[in-house]
């Protein structure tokens, strides 16, 4: 069986409801799902909700609620909201699902058989937000100062509990091993670098992978240690071979694993960086099933301040899409746009109301919306709303450049987004959009229009119909529906989008009528 690209977000922690943060990940793994798809690949997309642990505890509490009924609530706001930004996972999986909690407990069950688990008791700084414990060496605690989470950065608190643990120092001169051998397996470099500082330094003795019940009762059961709970990270992780099939589904399991691209943001790098190939390799994965790549994308912040559910600054995608950008009939590719092409992925990014505003104004409304305008305007006018039939191209000096241009673009965007790299395909779409109405103005087809020059007017409107034809394959995976719309208003509803096609030239088919045109970015009010 053929492999499937594999590509996964983190699970969402579901104490409170999805912020731009959760929505950045998200849209930046559909884009990579639908770019394969274009490519005529198989592809699996994975996303869902981490339901456990004491924040959701907490959370449910403060609301009245019990932690299921909290849950399901908020569950409920992560599905409207991919569904609000035409996020295109092929599975949702929550944590609470049988499916996943009865692999959680074959693999803690292996482990302890295998005698790869210890019991013991473990004194520690606990923080509650990360569910995260830290020694005092990790913490490089001084005297007099307040003890603080490596991570987030807010108070903890000094615990002593029994559980069971996970060796994590006994895998380190494995995982540096392995680091160093697979270079692309943590990117972007940064985070590589990050990642191999620290296993120049011990790791931790071991990792504490339960909860007791009386502390946490809200978690998966130890199926041999009734009084205690699985660590909600320990539980989470799994979810990436719990639904391709781990240990119950080996034909499904090899179709999709290893996963091909994983999703995090940059505060989850240790869990995912080191806890996660350890318990991988603990369970007996060999490095050839490790994931091929876990990237770790920046924060998005307003001013020096990163966004986060704890210092109450969230901006919330729902409000963006449908209150500020509400006069916008495809607010939610704006966003989308905006979030891939903003900042490089991998850095962090400063958000406000004004850089999406100016995104929308001077990339989409004023240079691809007014390209389509323009161009189909034309059409219509100069070519009884028929595509044109095109002369010669290389009759002109304007001709051969804007189409070797146009048939290369698909080569760039192989280049970049395989690399991650949404931000530069982007700027080589707006490149080609740029050099296209810059087009139209050197050739002036209405000038051609008042000399009678039919032939060579057909040949720039056609010219420019195919520009239009390959931005709108290339932008499909960032904007779906303005690609969609693009494609109709072509008259191109009944041909499948292909990858393939963007780099052929020419393939649109002369006396085909446009089909009905409407304003794809309406005027931004100052």
Known sequence: MAKIFYITTPLYYVNASPHIGHSYTTVAADCLARYHRLKGESVFFLTGTDEHGQKIEQAAAASGKTPSVFVDEVVERFASLWKLLSIS??????????????????????LRQEGKLQQASYEGWYCTPCETFWTDEELKLKPGTTVTCGNCGRGVERVKEDGWYLPLRQHQDWLRGFLASHPTFIQPQT????IASLLEQPLPECLCITRPRNRVAWGISVPFSPQHVTYVWFDALLNYVSVPGYLTDGTRFESLWPADAQFIGKDILRHH??????????????????????FAHGWWKIGEQKISKSRGNIVDPTVVVKEFLK????????????????????QDGSFSEDAIAKRLSTDLANDLGNLVHRTLSMIERYSDGRLPQAGPVGCAVEDVPLRDEAMGL???????????????????????????????ESTAPW???TEKDSARLHTVLAMLAEVIRIAAITLSPFMPSVAEAMWEQLGLQNVPR???DAAQWPTLTAGQPLGTRSVLFPKVSS
């Open 89 to 110: 996972h092929d599975d949702f999986v929550r944590t609470t699902q049988p499916r996943h909690t009865q692999v959680v407990q074959v693999c803690l069950t292996k």
């Open 191 to 194: 985070r590589y670098n990050e």
């Open 273 to 294: 960086a080191v806890y996660w190939p350890i318990i991988l390799h603990a369970l007996g994965l060999s490095d050839e099933q490790m994931p091929r790549t876990i």
């Open 327 to 346: 006069d916008q009939p495809y607010a939610a590719d704006v966003y989308r746009y905006f979030l891939l092409r903003e900042v490089p992925f991998g």
């Open 410 to 440: 698909a080569k760039q965007l192989d280049e970049r987004l395989p690399a991650l790299d949404f931000s530069g395909a982007l700027k080589a779409v707006c490149h080609l959009i740029t050099h296209a109405n810059r087009y139209i």
């Open 447 to 449: 000038q051609l229009a």
């Open 498 to 500: 292909r990858w393939l």
